[in-house]
């Protein structure tokens, strides 16, 4: 594992992107950091973490999407192959928040960021970044937030942890084509509150439904109680659990 590590920096994915060598870096290049001044989710939001407690990292791909997959399944890919690692870990009630936050229980332990930088001689790279709550025991203002070393009662090595994440990922997307449908299958079985009644906020309101499933453009569907299945895309429903 090619391994770029770092003390302070505002983001391991804006590392990469402002790297005007990407094309030249060995596919699957990892950069982490030991903190992040402006750690970032999907759409903006803030991901918090101490220094040197968690896993940051962002790891290069280049040109997986020639082989014409939908967008949304390099998100399927990456979380089936995090929470698999975990598995092995004995990491308890794993679960997918839609579309990529890693589960434990009702603690959100991790999260995903995919960008994609295409060229002007078609080729594309893509940068996954995730964080991983590892060691950290205290998230102040964050009640929602959790950690392996919370949730497992044993701290973990955080290299060790960072190889066999990185290995898991490189296999499931070198492999794509064999194990998508499973994948797909894992993704879809594991996600949040499937099936359980829940409350959704829109921005015409709230209501009461469940989660059936992802279609094939990574829109959440939910079953509103008169049995009518809608589809919302990102930033356009809210879970409240």
């Not at 499931?172 to 906020?201: M, P």
């Amino acid at each position: 594992m090619i391994q770029i590590k770092l003390n302070a920096i505002d983001s391991t994915n804006t590392f990469l992107k402002a790297n005007k060598t990407i094309s030249e870096l060995p596919n699957y290049t990892v950069v982490t950091a030991e903190f992040q001044t402006n750690g970032r989710g999907q759409h903006g939001a803030k991901w918090e973490s101490d220094p040197g407690k968690n896993l940051i990292a962002s790891i290069l791909v280049h040109d997986f999407y020639p082989n014409n997959f939908p967008n949304f399944e390099i998100i399927i890919a990456v979380s089936v192959a995090i929470q698999k690692v975990l598995n092995k870990h004995n990491v308890p009630e794993l679960a997918i928040k839609w579309p990529n936050d890693i589960m434990s229980g009702n603690y959100k332990i991790g999260g995903i960021l995919i960008e994609n930088l295409h060229k002007s001689n078609s080729a594309v790279h893509t940068i996954i970044g995730f964080g991983l709550n590892v060691n950290q025991l205290h998230f102040d203002g964050f009640p929602s937030a959790g950690s392996l070393a919370m949730v497992c009662n044993r701290e973990f090595d955080r290299q060790l942890l960072l190889e066999q994440l990185v290995d898991s990922i490189q296999f499931t997307l070198s492999n794509w084509e064999t194990l998508r449908v499973d994948a797909i299958h894992a993704y879809q079985k594991s996600l949040f509150c499937k099936g359980k009644i829940a409350t959704f906020k829109t921005s015409r309101g709230s209501f009461e439904g469940s989660i059936t499933g992802v279609n094939e453009q990574g829109k959440l569907i939910v079953q509103q109680n008169n049995q009518v299945e809608l589809a919302f895309d990102l930033k356009e429903i809210q879970l409240i659990y």
